[in-house]
């Protein structure tokens, strides 16, 4: 009896350890480039972040790239297209997304809309994340977010489609690499959602941000997008993909099968609170990526968590 409650007490200790250390190693951010063309990524942390090791990069077709950040991190990742640095001075520019540091670390600025933004709020002490792909400043490349190794509802989202390949004409930026948001385009309260349109009852959805909206369900698609748009988890590790679908090439025409995205279920809440669908729907056309030194497919804390939990359960089972 000594030796199981000696067992049982080792292995609640190391239970209790392991929970704190899951808690102190912060988050990995795995992002993939699977374009036909080479991304180059950039990286703002929010004020009061610690900052990343990275604020910019170059990533070629079929590279990936792991970044961690602390517990309490928040900030945002997107991808620049069509740049250019020069390799003397390593001066240059991006046709979207850039952000205006002139370099390729982008060095505290952010993009310049149009870009498709993944924007994430990391929890500590064991606090639930928050995590969209939003198109509220625009678009400018496919990119959707895959959460691995957390708990609760930890969806997938994102978008796939092409819009540069449906994109209004007068939404279109850079010769059609970008697409605009309404607000951008045109400036007014209504679409900015400003001034007298500054609440969530003032605030509709326009006919430009329905179509971000119908053809990425997933995606914010104007500043109030809430519902359907923010998605929740405690303690995963996250993988972004630039161009996630094979068909997602400059060379690539849109059709109305290239979306495949099932319609987000609605919102359980009002009031400004944020829900998430029970099962997530998306999962079921999203490709699951094994890409080589992803930091998800290593030992992951929460699966020897869960395992040491299993083992008590048993033994307690036992006594």
């Known amino acids: 009896m000594l030796s ?3 067992a049982l007490h080792a292995l609640y200790v190391t239970l209790i350890f392991l929970i704190m250390v899951k808690g102190s190693l912060g988050t990995s951010f795995l992002l993939v480039n ?3 063309y080479t991304v180059w990524p950039g990286i703002l942390s929010n004020a009061g972040s610690s900052g990343l090791d990275t604020t910019g990069f170059e990533l070629p077709p ?30 240059g520019r991006c046709a979207t997304g850039d952000c205006g540091s002139n370099q390729m670390e ?12 993944a924007e994430f709020t990391v929890g500590s002490s064991g606090s639930q994340d928050f995590y969209d792909v939003s198109l509220v400043d625009g678009y ?6 895959e ?6 509802a930890c969806g997938s989202t994102g978008c796939m489609v092409d819009l540069n390949r449906m994109c209004p004409e007068e939404l279109r930026a850079g010769d059609g690499q970008g697409c605009k948001s309404a607000c951008e385009a045109f400036g007014t309260a209504e679409y900015c959602c400003s001034g007298e349109f500054g609440t969530p009852e003032k605030c509709r959805p326009s006919p430009y941000s329905e179509i971000f909206k119908n053809a990425c369900p997933r995606s914010y698609s104007y500043a109030y997008d809430d519902a359907t748009s923010i998605f929740t988890c405690t303690g995963p590790d996250y993988t972004i993909t630039f161009c996630p679908s094979l068909t997602s090439k400059k060379s690539s025409s849109w059709s109305a099968t290239t979306n495949g ?7 359980a809440a009002s009031g400004g609170s944020h829900s998430h669908p029970a099962e997530d729907s998306l999962t079921t056309w999203l490709p699951n990526f094994v890409t080589g030194g992803s930091s998800h497919l290593a030992l992951n804390p929460n699966h020897i968590i869960c395992a040491a939990s299993t083992i008590i359960f048993f033994i307690f089972l036992l006594l």
């Open 34 to 36: 699977r374009c036909d």
């Open 62 to 91: 079929g590279a990936t790239r792991s970044i961690k950040a602390q517990p309490g991190w928040s900030g945002r990742f997107w991808g620049r297209t069509g740049c250019s640095f020069d390799p003397a001075t390593g001066q």
């Open 106 to 117: 982008c060095n505290g600025a952010g993009a310049a809309p149009p870009a498709t933004l």
């Open 140 to 145: 400018n490349l496919p990119m959707i977010v």
């Open 261 to 267: 995205l099932p319609p987000p279920a609605a919102a």
């Open 147 to 152: 959460a691995s190794g957390g708990s609760g």
């Open 4 to 6: 199981t409650f000696s």
